[in-house]
Nanobody, 118 residues
Framework: QVRVVESGGGLVQPGGSVRLSCVASGSNFRIYAMGWYRQAPGKQRELVAH???????IYTDSVKGRFTISRDNAKNTVYLQMNNLKPEDTAIYYCNTANNLGVSLGSWGQGTQVTVSS
C-alpha cells in the first residue's frame, strides 16, 4: 500500500505561487495514477488535478491554466505548481493514488494547508 506525505503549503498573497510536493512510500509508485485533492472549510473534498502513469493530466475547471501537476517517478513524488492563487483556493490539499477517473484509492495523508489571503 502506498502512503503519502504532503508538504509545501503556507500563507500566500492573492496572485502568488506555491509548489506542493507529495512523497509516496513503496516501490509501486510508478504504476499508480495520482491525484491532488482539496477540502475547503464546510465543503466536500474535491479533485483538483490528476496525472496518469503515462503523464496525461486533467484539471478541474476552476484551476485550469493556473495549476500544473507533474510527477517524478525516480523520486516517488508528485507536485502541484499553483500560480495566480485566489482566496477561493484556500483549502487543505491532499494527494492520493487514484484510478484513471480520478477516484481516490488509498489512505489519506495529513494534507497541507494553503491559505490565500492579503
Amino acid at each position: 500500500q502506498v502512503r503519502v506525505v504532503e508538504s509545501g503549503g503556507g500563507l500566500v498573497q492573492p496572485g502568488g505561487s506555491v509548489r506542493l510536493s507529495c512523497v509516496a512510500s513503496g516501490s509501486n509508485f510508478r504504476i499508480y495514477a495520482m491525484g491532488w485533492y482539496r477540502q475547503a472549510p464546510g465543503k466536500q473534498r474535491e479533485l483538483v488535478a490528476h496525472i496518469t502513469t503515462g503523464g496525461s493530466t486533467i484539471y478541474t475547471d476552476s484551476v485550469k491554466g493556473r495549476f500544473t501537476i507533474s510527477r517524478d517517478n525516480a523520486k516517488n513524488t508528485v507536485y502541484l505548481q499553483m500560480n495566480n492563487l485566489k482566496p477561493e483556493d484556500t483549502a487543505i490539499y491532499y494527494c492520493n493514488t487514484a484510478n484513471n477517473l480520478g477516484v481516490s484509492l488509498g489512505s489519506w495523508g495529513q494534507g497541507t494547508q494553503v491559505t490565500v489571503s492579503s
